[in-house]
């Protein structure tokens, strides 16, 4: 099955930048649709973006366009999030998740989850 680890998270300040990373268990990595989620203390989880290898198109959530960057390397099974310009509403945890269908953004679609990366951004 596939494992996801995510790593890059920590504490900045309003306006400072973040890059995430998910790194991938497996050889089939290019054909999955990735996405990254968060989920705040008491909220439910949410989409933020994906990226669908097929067509190399991506997708994002209204808050973070122009913000944030979704990315992924297959020859190095990992997939990225660059986050910029953050704001204390991106605190969250960040998940990394895999899809075996094409371009989906529903919690209900992926079916591999890493563990999670803190982010929390000060004010």
């Known amino acids: 099955q596939v494992q996801l680890v995510e790593s890059g998270g920590g504490l900045v300040q309003a306006g400072g930048s973040l890059r995430l990373s998910c790194a991938a268990s497996?050889?089939?990595?290019?054909?999955?649709?990735m996405g990254w989620f968060r989920q705040a203390p008491g909220k439910e989880r949410e989409f933020v973006a994906r990226i669908s290898f097929i067509s190399t198109d991506t997708y994002y959530r209204d808050s973070v366009k122009g913000r944030f960057t979704i990315s992924r390397d297959n020859a190095k099974n990992t997939v990225y999030l660059q986050m910029n310009s953050l704001k204390p509403e991106d605190t969250a945890v960040y998940y990394c998740?895999?899809?075996?269908?094409?371009?989906?953004?529903?919690?209900?679609?992926?079916?591999?989850w890493g563990q999670g990366t803190q982010v929390t951004v000060s004010s």
């Open positions: 998740a895999a899809s075996r269908h094409f371009g989906v953004v529903s919690v209900v679609n992926y079916e591999y």
């Open positions: 497996g050889r089939t990595f290019s054909s999955y649709t």
